[in-house]
């Protein structure tokens, strides 16, 4: 009932990946070669940004962003506590320190008015940016964090890596900031089998810069202009993402579809909340994510019943023993801290039948807290 993801996604798209594979490795170009390129040309024109660089990973894609924007040592970036840890592990690998901002306990993105206070406060001192994470595939505030931005003069960065095809006014997620990152993490919407990320931006100059430090600081070949990295999208990955790109529009119809028979199923459920979407939002649903007061006893009927729930995630950052010395400069944490306490993940993919999600929704029913 429950069909493994990715590998599902890899078998529905093995023919063309094993043809697209073998097409790759006979051309000899192995490294920043012709299947990444057309890559980047084809997933610039999904997100309707100008420019797509690829690179080695999601974690990287911001890390590089920061550095093309000269954001390091001495300098702040406010992010979500409610993420994954890559996102301010990212900033710290950029020489910057983190700051943390409360959520929207409906959205779990974002809290327009946390970054606000915070950025009002002596810890909004030094903070030149602001890594607005479009959470579960759930665009953040964006016109509202904007107006903060652009009120305090920091920049606004989009984190994506779980935001392939969610859209705001029907502007697609990756083209709304100065730039944004993404990931291709396997499990994601768009996943490589590997790793894999990209940066989009409209910013000329900027994605200039992002090509020049993703390869060592190279413009022209083993001449380094700037203090670069290693962090290039291989071409194997690259091959099999254009395979899977071709097909995203209707995984996401499909993801959107199964989303809506879970909001249908657990209607008037007093002991559970269904994701809320923000009027003029197209959520993606990389993630399905619930909230109940009752969710350990909750996940544990569910587990007994081998349906696959997780949690996304069991800790904000600051509250893991790596992040925790970060809590004095951050804003209060109050919705996140009460959030991570609730949130339960339902299974959610392409390739989940409807009887799958009929099934959860009765066993949710009949839960007894």
């Not at 020489?95 to 606000?116: H, K, N, R, Y």
């Amino acid at each position: 009932m429950f069909p493994g993801y990715p590998i599902e996604d890899y078998l529905r798209h093995q023919s063309e990946i094993d043809a697209a594979l073998k097409t790759m490795l006979t051309k000899g170009s192995y490294i920043l070669g012709g299947e990444v390129s057309a890559f980047e040309e084809e997933f610039a024109a999904f997100t309707g940004a100008r420019h797509c660089i690829g690179v080695a990973n999601g974690t990287d894609a911001i890390e590089v962003i920061l550095r093309a924007m000269d954001i390091g040592k001495g300098c702040k970036v406010a992010v979500p506590s409610h993420t994954a840890v890559a996102s301010a592990s990212a900033v710290g690998r950029a020489g910057a320190e983190t700051v943390f901002v409360d959520i929207d306990a409906e959205t779990f993105t974002m809290c327009p008015d946390s970054l606000a206070a915070l950025l009002e406060s002596e810890n909004g001192e030094g903070v030149r940016a602001v890594l607005a994470v479009h959470i579960y595939g759930h665009p953040a505030h964006w016109s509202r964090l904007q107006e903060v931005a652009d009120t305090y003069g920091v920049l606004l960065l989009e984190d994506c890596a779980q935001a392939h095809g969610a859209m705001v006014n029907g502007q697609m997620a990756g083209s709304l900031g100065v730039a944004a990152a993404f990931s291709f993490y396997p499990t994601k919407n768009l996943g490589a089998i590997g790793d894999g990320g990209a940066i989009t931006t409209n910013d000329d100059a900027l994605a200039e810069r992002v090509r020049c430090i993703r390869q060592y600081g190279w413009r022209k070949r083993y001449i380094s202009d700037c203090e670069g990295v290693n962090s290039r999208l291989d071409e194997m990955q690259a091959a099999i993402l254009r395979v899977k790109l071709r097909t995203l529009t209707d995984q996401l119809s499909a993801r959107r579809a199964l989303a809506s028979r879970y909001a249908a199923g657990l209607a008037g459920n007093g002991f559970v909340q269904a994701p809320i979407s923000r009027s003029g939002v197209d959520h993606a649903y990389h993630l399905y994510v619930i909230k109940s007061p009752h969710r350990d006893a909750l996940m544990a009927e569910l587990l007994g019943k081998e349906i696959p729930v997780a949690l996304h995630y069991p800790a904000a950052i600051h509250q893991q023993p790596g992040y925790a010395h970060l809590i004095p400069v951050s804003a209060p944490l109050s919705a996140t801290e009460k959030v991570v306490r609730d949130i339960l993940s339902l299974p959610l993919h392409p390739y989940l039948s409807t009887d799958a999600v009929d099934f959860v929704c009765e066993s949710i029913r009949s839960f007894v807290p």
